[in-house]
């Protein structure tokens, strides 16, 4: 765990991997939240083929998570990409020791994942939704 807040569970590593190679043609979700006794990063939820606005509804009110999420992305041009996508979810009735907890493993979890560039904070499952997830990674886009 050196230099780390919290230290990733081997089988997050393993779904990690699992994830970035999948070939699925649909949204999935790897939901991860910490656990406060063994400061431990673990799996809370793994959702294939769902949809934005499902996976908002299941975030907790009170809980951060992190989520990888990989995302059916329509590009104006007609094409379709499947980036990765992290989500660093925060809601404002976390408690404050959750949230810096959270926020302190935010980078190490998402190097693990090997997701850079498309990171996004949310402080409110509602936010979360496919046209606030579309524009922001059209903003985040090097193609023209």
């Known amino acids: 765990m050196a230099n780390n807040t919290c230290d990733i569970d081997n089988g997050v590593l ?3 991997k699992k994830f970035r190679f999948r ?3 649909s949204n999935a979700a790897l939901v991860l939240k910490i656990d406060p006794k063994q ?13 934005i606005d499902d996976l908002a509804s299941e975030l907790p009110d009170t809980s951060p998570r992190y989520i990888v999420l ?3 992305n ?14 660093f979810y925060c809601p404002d009735g976390s408690s404050d020791q959750s ?9 190490y979890v998402f190097q693990k994942a090997d997701i850079s ?3 996004y904070d949310l402080n409110e499952a509602e936010e979360l939704t496919d046209s606030w997830l579309a524009e922001r990674l059209k903003g985040s886009s090097t193609r023209p």
Request: aromatic share 8%.
């Open 14 to 16: 393993e779904s990690f």
């Open 23 to 25: 070939k699925a043609k």
């Open 39 to 51: 400061l431990m990063i673990v799996e809370d939820e793994t959702h294939e083929n769902v949809t």
């Open 70 to 72: 990989s995302y059916e």
């Open 74 to 87: 329509k590009h104006d041009d007609g094409r379709v990409s499947y980036p990765l996508v992290g989500l």
């Open 99 to 107: 949230r810096m907890l959270y926020a302190s493993a935010k980078s």
């Open 117 to 119: 560039g498309k990171i």
